[in-house]
């Protein structure tokens, strides 16, 4: 069975910086995409960045300049540095991967890990 297990979120100051983690876990044969996405209270989910098993990354323009997408493909792991904080980045944020297991070619969510930016 697997899993995307998500750490690193918690309260930061503006302008600070946090690093989120995500490992994926199982009888795993291949992982394509994997991405971050965050949802803040009354808004939809939204795509915060992807990037490829080949490294190829894709930014939200708005955060650009900002947040950083990166894996280690030996450590099935997706992380998103995410520095200049700013309150309206304060969401739940969630790991996505599309992962080909025994369970067949299944697009997987994380439980989600809080961000709160506030002083």
């Known amino acids: 069975q697997v899993q995307l297990v998500e750490s690193g979120g918690g309260l930061v100051q503006p302008g600070g910086s946090l690093r989120l983690s995500c490992a994926a876990s199982?009888?795993?044969?291949?992982?394509?995409?994997m991405g971050w996405y965050r949802q803040a209270p009354g808004k939809q989910r939204e795509l915060v960045a992807s990037?490829?098993?080949?490294?190829?990354?894709n930014v939200a323009d708005s955060l650009k300049g900002r947040f950083i997408i990166s894996r280690d493909n030996g450590k099935n792991t997706v992380y998103l540095q995410m520095n200049s904080l700013k309150p309206e980045d304060t969401a739940v944020y969630y790991c996505?991967?599309?992962?080909?297991?025994?369970?067949?070619?299944?697009?997987?969510w994380g439980q989600g890990t809080q961000v709160t930016v506030s002083s």
């Open positions: 199982g009888s795993i044969f291949r992982i394509y995409v």
């Open positions: 996505n991967a599309a992962i080909i297991s025994t369970d067949g070619t299944v697009n997987h």
């Open positions: 990037i490829t098993s080949g490294g190829s990354t």
